[in-house]
């Protein structure tokens, strides 16, 4: 059983373009969290999303970024225009439905540099 | 505003020593604390989950405790080994609101 995949592992974007981070959460389940993770910081909460639903987006910056869970496929966190201040850690968890948030199962993460 | 803190940055031991960690909270009721440990470079994984109406948690040589009245979690990693060395992270699961909170971590080194 494949864990939470994520890619690109590591993406340079210069600064003004569009970032696409893809998460493929375990099979079976149907919960997905994305976190932000600055260099020397924890883990910020950004969005939580089932299958085409966005349950929670209260971590999300009011622009720029946007997150999406389709019927089919991974889900997609976008960030348009890229700021260096976007330059982090982005993690992607998943979980059963029957466990909710209580044991998310996180991918390795896609290290965004923004230059 | 909710704020989970973990009150030491930094904890080095010796080798087959007690670890602890502290998991503090205010503003906040949770229902439920979880600890993860996260290496370098990767993704944190999941190690306890510990219940509001649970005291004590045990897993091989981890423990971990939830004092409500203290609004407090220790994590204790016994006969400690330098492949212990790692960041540990405390999170706060509200059932109302669904997200985890986390801190921003305790990086334990553990010398041999």
């Known amino acids: 059983n494949a864990g939470v995949m994520q890619n690109p592992r590591h993406l340079v974007r210069r600064r003004g373009q569009e970032a696409r981070l893809r998460c493929s959460p375990m099979?079976?389940?149907?919960?997905v969290y994305w976190y932000r993770q600055l260099p020397e910081e924890g883990l910020k909460f950004m969005v939580y999303?089932?299958?085409?639903?966005?349950?929670?987006e209260s971590g999300m910056p009011k622009e720029r970024f946007s997150a999406e869970f389709p019927k089919e496929g991974p889900s997609i966190l976008r960030i348009q225009q890229v700021v260096r201040g976007d330059s982090a850690a982005y993690f992607c968890?998943?979980?059963?439905?029957?466990?909710?948030?209580?044991?998310?199962?996180f991918g390795p993460g896609t290290r965004l540099t923004v230059t | 505003s909710q704020k989970i803190e973990q009150n030491s940055e930094a904890l080095n031991i010796q080798e087959g020593k007690t670890a602890t960690l502290t998991c503090n909270y205010t503003?906040?009721?949770?229902?439920?604390l979880q600890w993860y440990r996260q290496d370098p470079g990767r993704g944190p994984v999941f190690l306890l989950l510990?219940?509001?109406?649970?005291k004590e948690k045990r897993k091989e040589r981890l423990k971990v405790t939830f004092d409500t009245t203290l609004k407090q979690s220790l994590f204790h990693i016994t006969a400690s080994q330098p492949a212990d060395s790692a960041t540990y992270l405390c999170?706060?699961?509200?059932?109302?609101?669904?997200?985890?909170?986390f801190g921003d971590g305790t990086t334990l080194t553990v010398k041999p």
């Open positions: 099979k079976g389940h149907s919960h």
């Open positions: 510990i219940r509001e109406n649970e």
């Open positions: 999303l089932q299958k085409e639903n966005i349950i929670d």
């Open positions: 968890a998943s979980s059963p439905p029957t466990s909710g948030y209580y044991e998310q199962y």
């Open positions: 503003n906040y009721s949770p229902a439920y």
């Open positions: 999170a706060a699961v509200n059932t109302n609101a669904g997200k985890s909170t």
